[in-house]
Nanobody, 122 residues
Framework: QVQLVESGGGLVQAGGSLRLSCAASGNIFTINTMGWYRQLPGKQRELVAAVTSDGKTNYADTVKGRFTISRDNAKNTVYLQMNGLKPEDTAVYYC????????????????WGQGTQVTVSS
């Protein structure tokens, strides 16, 4: 019904930049909050950044001032611009979307992307 397709991960040196993208497609009526989470092996998934449909943003303290989340509502796409990357940012990054389907419109569903690896070398 719904797919979240991520792109933009990879290997970068410390201090470098990467831009992640996540496009949502399917039977979508509207998308509320979109965000990015990350997960290290053996650890819980943690919120990196989120953005509401009207542009309000929220960031983890560890990435404030370095990462910027944005979205293009017309394209159902969310971006994460990551600057000043550090080795401790290495993780699998997952896109998240809370959305309402075309049917039924009374419920909000939470979908995840497949994950994209970000590796920062020192």
């Amino acid at each position: 019904q719904v797919q979240l397709v991520e792109s933009g991960g990879g290997l970068v040196q410390a201090g470098g930049s990467l831009r992640l993208s996540c496009a949502a497609s399917g039977n979508i009526f509207t998308i509320n909050t979109m965000g990015w989470y990350r997960q290290l092996p053996g650890k819980q998934r943690e919120l990196v950044a989120a953005v509401t449909s009207d542009g309000k943003t929220n960031y983890a303290d560890t990435v404030k001032g370095r990462f910027t989340i944005s979205r293009d509502n017309a394209k159902n796409t969310v971006y994460l611009q990551m600057n000043g990357l550090k080795p401790e940012d290495t993780a699998v990054y997952y896109c998240s979307a809370y959305l309402v389907l075309t049917l039924p419109r009374s419920l909000e569903y939470h979908y995840w992307g497949q994950g994209t690896q970000v590796t920062v070398s020192s």
